[in-house]
C-alpha cells in the first residue's frame, strides 16, 4: 500500500558528504512525521534525525550541526544531508513515515529498505 524508497547512500572519506533521499509512493492521503534511523553492525536502530508536517525537526545529540532534515513541498520525500562524516556514522540507514491512508481512519508507520553509508577513515 505504501512503499518507501531510499537513495544516496555510498562509500565516503571522513570528512565528506552525502544526500540521502527516501520518495513514499501509494494510496496516501497525508503524511505526518517522516524521519531518519541507522543500525550499525552489532548495535539497535536509533532515530538520527524526524521531521514533522509542519516542519519542526529532531536531531539525535551525535548528528546536530552536522546533518540536516528537510521534505519536499509535497510533503512526500525526504532528504538527510549528511556533512563532516565520521566512520561512526557508518550504517544502514532507513527511513520512516507515519502515514494515513485514503479510506483508512488511523494512521500507521511504514519503513524504507534501507541504504547503506560507509565512511571511511
Known amino acids: 500500500q505504501v512503499q518507501l524508497v531510499e537513495s544516496g547512500g555510498g562509500l565516503v572519506q571522513a570528512g565528506g558528504s552525502l544526500r540521502l533521499s527516501c520518495v513514499a509512493s501509494g494510496s496516501i492521503f497525508r503524511i505526518n512525521a517522516m524521519g531518519w534511523y541507522r543500525q550499525a553492525p552489532g548495535k539497535q536502530r536509533e532515530l538520527v534525525a524526524t521531521?514533522?508536517?509542519?516542519?519542526?525537526?529532531n536531531y539525535a545529540d551525535s548528528v546536530k550541526g552536522r546533518f540536516t532534515i528537510s521534505r519536499d513541498n509535497a510533503k512526500t520525500t525526504v532528504y538527510l544531508q549528511m556533512n563532516s562524516l565520521k566512520p561512526e556514522d557508518t550504517a544502514v540507514y532507513y527511513c520512516n513515515a507515519d502515514v494515513k491512508l485514503f479510506g483508512i481512519p488511523v494512521s500507521e508507520v511504514y519503513w524504507g529498505q534501507g541504504t547503506q553509508v560507509t565512511v571511511s577513515s
Open positions: 521531521i514533522t508536517s509542519s516542519s519542526s525537526t
